[in-house]
């Protein structure tokens, strides 16, 4: 093997884990997201548990892991989507009055967040 091939093996295999960490291949949007803390029954057939990391998404199938950060305070959680919405237009996520909490904007009620759904087969 050439001597200028193996080293390029050798530093990729190196660095691989720091470049490559599973968020190079990350979905993210930004937008805005309010909670909400009613109901029995989610969409997919849980029971709501208002102080669990949960969320409701339109689309994202249910058991996505996504972290979610609020821009304003930078406060970051994981949370599982296991319901559908949310149901007001201009809006991209619900999340449960716990997750609420944790990012802190549950006394504004909406707040600008990032959404990151990571692909896990990417990271070593």
């Known amino acids: 093997m050439k001597p200028i091939l193996r080293a390029a093996l050798v530093s990729a295999a190196l660095f691989a884990p720091v470049l490559f960490d599973g968020a190079a291949h990350a979905q993210s949007w930004t937008g805005k997201a309010s909670f909400y803390s009613h109901g029995t029954r989610t969409a997919s057939g849980s029971r709501f548990q208002p102080s669990a990391l ?64 990571l692909d896990r087969s990417a990271s070593l």
């Open 54 to 117: 949960t969320a409701a998404h339109r689309s994202l199938p249910f058991g996505t892991v996504l972290r979610v950060t609020n821009l304003a305070n930078q406060r970051s959680i994981m949370v599982t989507v296991n319901d559908r919405g949310p149901f007001v237009r201009g809006r991209i996520l619900d999340v449960s009055s716990g997750a609420a909490d944790a990012l802190g904007f549950r006394g504004a009620g909406v707040a600008q967040v990032r959404i990151e759904k």
